[in-house]
């Protein structure tokens, strides 16, 4: 499966912005999509990720209630809503697929991680 991230941009602080992961190839249900970001001089940090099968869904605690992950099956499609956005959202988001062969709780870990997109730049501006 290959990767494609896009829709990032320059938004005011307090805006919106909606991040698209399109995959080319197969997604399985056991699959787990996730989002990344990282910041200059900064780690690269989990944002949210979406199960497959269930669409269930987890977040990082700073994005709780601002942002929401979604997935379309028809179009192979993972989006990321980013609402209220502030100075500390500026960074590079990615989107990567964990592959499993079962069912297993979404990790925030990158490492678990196994194929990755280009990353998007998002930038928020004061």
């Known amino acids: 499966v290959q990767l494609q991230a896009s829709g990032g941009g320059l938004v005011q602080a307090g805006g919106s912005l909606r991040l698209s992961c399109a995959a080319s190839?197969?997604?399985?249900?056991?699959?787990?999509i996730g989002w990344f970001r990282q910041a200059p001089g900064k780690e690269r940090e989990f944002v949210a990720g979406?199960?497959?099968?269930?669409?269930?869904?987890n977040y990082r605690d700073s994005v709780k209630g601002r942002f929401t992950i979604s997935r379309d099956s028809a179009r192979n499609t993972v989006y990321l809503q980013m609402n209220t956005v502030n100075s500390e959202d500026t960074a590079v988001y990615s989107c990567?697929?964990?592959?499993?062969?079962?069912?297993?709780?979404?990790?925030?870990?990158?490492?678990?991680?196994?194929?990755w997109g280009q990353g998007t730049q998002v930038t928020v501006s004061s």
């Open positions: 990567a697929v964990q592959r499993n062969t079962r069912v297993t709780p979404i990790s925030q870990s990158a490492s678990l991680y196994d194929t």
């Open positions: 979406i199960r497959w099968r269930d669409a269930k869904s």
């Open positions: 190839g197969d997604i399985f249900a056991t699959d787990v």
